[in-house]
């Protein structure tokens, strides 16, 4: 859930952009035939080209379209609200309905008051707990999925509202079924199985999960906003998933130990149906009638066609060499994304049978990882501005840095003895919140409005799906190492990290080549 600020100038020379060489070789040529005049002149005209085949657009300009923000973080508040209460229900009923354990054994699982006995009865619960937690997270991915194929082209065809509001409709359904569910099982002393909570991704599953929120609102961002402004729009949009999720983390473990957890997933609900009602009243739609797609015959609308559309989007030819660093940067974010899927499945359980730490003072820890990045996040407007000053490639250096952080904090992680460590590790990680919204900065400058939201929309799918493998991959590493070494899952976490850092040093080198032209996508 989150990314970031995506600075962008416009390009300099809609000539050179349009020209007939090879447009995969790169452009030293028309560089040459342009010779050093264009350099001289580049200072007067940046502020006031155009990006990269960014048409002219007029788009709402009331002070509703900055409504997106805080309807984002009211999700993001309530999922995080919920997220770690649903892993520890799913625990407890792990426990009480799978194993047949007492009610009163169970919760003292992940407690203080935890024995020897409690110990070894959580390493037995704990692998039948994440098949369960990863049963959910393959359901999340397959529909999404599947609804993903579809956003781009919806999104383009009736706007970005309405793929909002679906969205918010199915998170809000999800939380009234975990709350029905979490009360039978309050009601009946925990023999309710875990089982159960697969049926409530369901309907967020078929509206579309984070793929369509994700997609819409950067889709919505890049309609209202241009030029620099557009990379503080996606600053202020990942800092509203970074509060989000830091006032849904701060508040549960508290909440949680007052009342009970129906209470909590109840809160998430009423939190988002609340912003859905007011989306619908008060947001108004960033695409304009007459630029959206007319309608299609139906034959363009299955599956195959719009994969194609979507495909030969992402890899048609195009100038310099755009498609390879589009394509680049693309895998840049399914690896990070892979790793936070994975990690996250996986990582509360790893706190608990390492550090024995209980629900609130996970979300204490989580409030704290939240925190880090997300002043680090808002202090990067001000640091993009002052790289902008003395480089021509502050986009690309914020996510250079950002990967080295997330690198050395999973390194850390991997290594910890004592809770203070992991800690550290937060630390380390100060500017992990940069390198989604720059990498999203760079493809928004690569492409023109019209073609964004298949590309982010193709990104959201391969993102959705990359569950399946990850979420798959970091339970197996898990289990396999429960006994001796459970944080080796963070060492790999590394090691991706440090593919994307060599990734992102390929694409400086082909940028190189034509510093002018790339000069507004990277700055």
């Known amino acids: 859930m989150n990314e970031e600020p995506h600075a962008h100038e416009n390009l300099v020379a809609k000539a050179q952009r349009y020209g007939d060489g090879d447009p995969e070789i790169g452009s030293t040529s028309s560089e040459e035939s342009l010779g050093g005049s264009i350099t001289s002149v580049v200072p007067a005209i940046t502020e006031t080209t155009e990006l990269p085949g960014d048409p002219p657009t007029s788009n709402p300009q009331t002070l509703c379209i900055y409504l997106l923000e805080p309807f984002i973080l009211i999700l993001l508040f309530a999922y995080n609200f919920s997220s770690t209460v649903l892993k520890n229900e799913v625990i407890y009923q792990s426990c009480t309905a799978g194993f047949g ?220 060499m755009n498609r390879f660093i589009l394509l680049t940067i693309m895998v840049v974010l399914l690896l990070t994304a892979f790793v936070s899927d994975g990690s996250n499945s996986v990582f509360y359980k790893f706190m608990r049978i390492k550090f024995h730490w209980t629900v609130k003072q996970f979300t204490e820890y989580e409030t704290v990882s939240i925190l880090v990045p997300a002043v680090a996040g808002s202090g990067g407007v001000l640091f993009i501005w002052s790289l902008r000053k003395c480089t021509k490639s502050a986009v690309l250096w914020l996510a250079f840095v950002s990967l080295l952080s997330h690198c050395s904090s999973s390194l850390m992680k991997a290594f910890a003895l004592v809770s203070w460590q992991i800690y550290v590790a937060i630390g380390l990680g100060v500017f992990k919140s940069l390198v989604n919204p720059m990498c999203r900065t760079m493809i928004t400058n690569l492409l023109p409005a019209d073609e964004r939201g298949k590309i982010f929309a193709l990104l959201g799918v391969l993102q959705a799906l990359s569950p399946l493998i990850s979420s798959t991959l970091y339970v197996a590493i898990y289990t396999r190492t429960l006994d001796s070494a459970p944080g080796v899952f963070n060492v790999f976490s590394a090691f991706l990290y440090g593919t994307g850092i060599i990734l992102l040093g390929i694409v400086w080198c082909k940028k190189s080549r034509n510093q002018v032209y790339y000069e507004p996508v990277f700055k």
């Open 101 to 320: 354990y007492p009610d009163s054994v169970c919760r003292l699982l992940g407690t203080k008051n935890a024995t020897n006995d409690t110990k070894r009865i959580e390493e037995q619960v704990q692998p039948y707990a994440a098949r369960v937690t990863l049963a959910m997270r393959i359901v999340e991915c397959f529909i999404p999925a599947f609804c993903g194929l579809f956003a781009g082209s919806w999104a383009d065809r009736y706007g970005r509202k309405p793929l909002l509001m679906c969205s918010f409709l199915g998170y809000g359904l999800q939380y009234l079924i975990s709350a029905g569910i979490a009360y039978c099982a309050g009601q009946t002393h925990g023999l309710v199985s875990p089982w159960w909570y697969v049926l409530s991704i369901v309907p967020l599953s078929c509206l579309g999960s984070s793929v369509t929120y994700s997609v819409a609102a950067v889709c919505f961002i890049g309609d209202v906003s241009e030029g620099r402004v557009r990379s503080y729009r996606l600053i202020a949009y990942e800092l509203a998933i970074y509060v989000g999720l830091l006032l849904g983390s701060f508040g549960s473990g508290y909440v949680y130990e007052e009342t009970d957890s129906y209470i909590v997933f109840s809160i998430s609900a009423v939190s988002i149906l609340t912003a859905l009602f007011l989306m619908a009243a008060l947001l108004p739609e960033s695409l304009p009638i007459r630029n959206r797609t007319q309608a299609a015959p139906s034959t363009d609308t299955s599956v195959l066609s719009l994969l194609k559309s979507s495909w030969s989007t992402c890899t048609k030819p195009r100038e310099h």
